[in-house]
């Protein structure tokens, strides 16, 4: 098996992918294409390139876009080399066909559920989701990853503010819509408490968006135990 990539190591890999970009789940992007057709084109090349690298991300056709995500499933959903060298020809292929990258167009989006008691609550959501345990993150996914992913924070006012969404973003498309949902929060403002990891809007009724910038923070924990705030799942 291909070496796994995380710190400075994969910051250097990176550095190599102006395309691509990383957060918990492994490494994405997103390209534009001329038209239908061309993006129909430019998946047919790429899963050409994926049979002959034996190594298959999942891609997402939408009209004009292609969303690609990569990680290496049997290192547990961890980015290796073999992910590198996958995104990198990708690249090649997307500029050959004069895609556009638009990496901020790639999110993605958790549910976190507040509860005392996560480890009652796990089964229940697993077998109606269809969903099982992470065995990297710790929390619910999707075996065939199509939805978003389900975690549970412990917390002694559940009922106070059941659930919240973790929304994901590159932080070349963060600034803008930071500003953007501040001004639609209820009291016009962010909660930045815990940046640069994530800032939380508040609507109308009180529900939560936490806008997470994929950023490491040794803190997480911490923060987590010593209150009720929200923590996304790491």
């Known amino acids: 098996m291909t070496g796994i990539l995380t710190g400075a190591d994969l910051d250097d890999a990176l550095a190599g992918l102006p395309d691509w970009r990383h957060r918990n789940t492994g490494i994405y992007t997103a390209y534009r294409c001329r038209d239908s057709a061309a993006a129909v084109e430019l998946m047919g090349r790429i899963g050409a390139v994926c049979e002959e690298l034996d190594h298959h991300p999942d891609l997402d056709w939408r009209y004009d876009h292609l969303f690609l995500d990569s990680s290496s499933h049997d290192a547990g959903g961890a980015v290796t080399r073999r992910d590198v060298r996958l995104a990198r020809r990708i690249s090649e292929l997307a500029a050959e066909s004069g895609a ?5 167009e790639n999110r993605s989006y958790d549910l976190a559920l507040d509860t005392r008691d996560p480890e009652a609550l796990e089964g229940f959501w697993a077998t109606a989701l269809g969903y099982a345990r992470h065995g990297r993150t710790g929390d619910l996914r999707d075996p065939h990853r199509r939805g978003p992913g389900l975690w549970f924070q412990r917390t002694g006012t559940p009922d106070a503010r059941p659930m919240h969404v973790d929304v994901t973003v590159p932080w070349d498309g963060l600034d803008a819509l930071r500003t953007e949902l501040a001004g ?9 408490a815990f940046a640069p990891r994530w800032w939380i809007y508040t609507d109308a009724d009180g529900n939560r968006v936490c806008l997470c910038s994929g950023e490491p923070d040794e803190d997480a924990e911490d923060a987590e135990d010593a209150g009720d705030g929200d923590d996304p799942a790491a």
Request: no cysteine; charged share 50%.
């Open 184 to 192: 639609r929060s209820r009291d016009g403002r962010e909660d930045d």
């Open 100 to 104: 556009v990258p638009v990496p901020a």
